[in-house]
């Protein structure tokens, strides 16, 4: 089983509209949490992190539930420059970091 | 400010060569990492680094060698390039368990 399972779309979504991901994780001690973007043929780079109370930055929102072991990320307003896969990363209780294999965005004008 | 830079950005082996990956970073960061990035795999960890001195497998270590003489460099070293070691190489670093920065990525094939 992997430790991180997201589903690899493709999403695509017209500009405006608001779009979810979902990801999975399966260890239960996993500690920290956060979704990166990465735009084709470049390095990942950090969206953000994701903390037990949830969080906002801007027309992004990140959510944690650690009882059901899932984190999503909403994004409302999708901009054509939001088109990138999101990858959803957990760190466990070492200095391991998993990646899940990323969520493709297509947001269509 | 430079982050985390590798070289080189593309190459070119054929099997049975061997070659080293730099990756440096100027963040005086702990933790660094090795990873592979194959389509429809996502992100693979090959070695990391917790320290100078200190090194430990990852998910896919076979055919890589790592070492951490310094805080700054984590090169990795391929012994014997193989056709299954064609992918993109990001190399990281972060404080443990922090936001990873990741260099702009090697992309190798191996013929």
């Known amino acids: 089983r992997k430790e991180v399972e997201q589903d690899p779309g493709p999403f695509n979504v017209p500009e405006g509209a608001t779009v979810a991901f979902n990801c999975t994780y399966s260890n239960s001690a996993s500690q920290s949490f956060f979704w990166y973007r990465q735009d084709c043929r470049k390095e990942p780079k950090l969206l953000m992190s994701?903390?037990?109370s949830g969080n906002e930055d801007g027309r992004f929102t990140a959510q944690l539930n650690r009882a059901s072991q899932y984190i999503s990320l909403l994004i409302r307003d999708s901009k054509l420059s939001d088109s990138a896969t999101y990858l959803c990363?957990?760190?466990?209780?070492?200095?391991?970091?998993?990646f899940g294999t990323g969520t493709s965005l297509t947001v269509i004008p | 400010n430079a982050g985390v830079t590798q070289t080189p950005k593309f190459q070119v082996l054929k099997t049975g060569q061997s070659m080293t990956l730099q990756c440096a970073q100027d963040?005086?960061?702990?933790?660094m990492s090795w990873y592979r990035q194959d389509p429809g795999m996502g992100l693979r960890l090959i070695h990391y680094s917790v320290g100078a001195g200190i090194t430990d497998q990852g998910e896919v270590p076979n055919g890589y060698n790592v070492s951490r003489s310094t805080t700054e460099d984590f090169p990795l070293r391929l012994l014997s390039a193989a056709p299954s070691q064609t992918s993109v190489y990001f190399c990281?670093?972060?404080?443990?368990?922090?936001?990873?920065?990741f260099g702009p990525g090697t992309r190798l094939t191996v013929l």
């Open positions: 994701v903390y037990s």
């Open positions: 963040m005086n960061h702990e933790y």
């Open positions: 990281a670093s972060s404080r443990t368990r922090d936001t990873q920065y």
């Open positions: 990363v957990v760190t466990d209780t070492g200095n391991q970091f998993y």
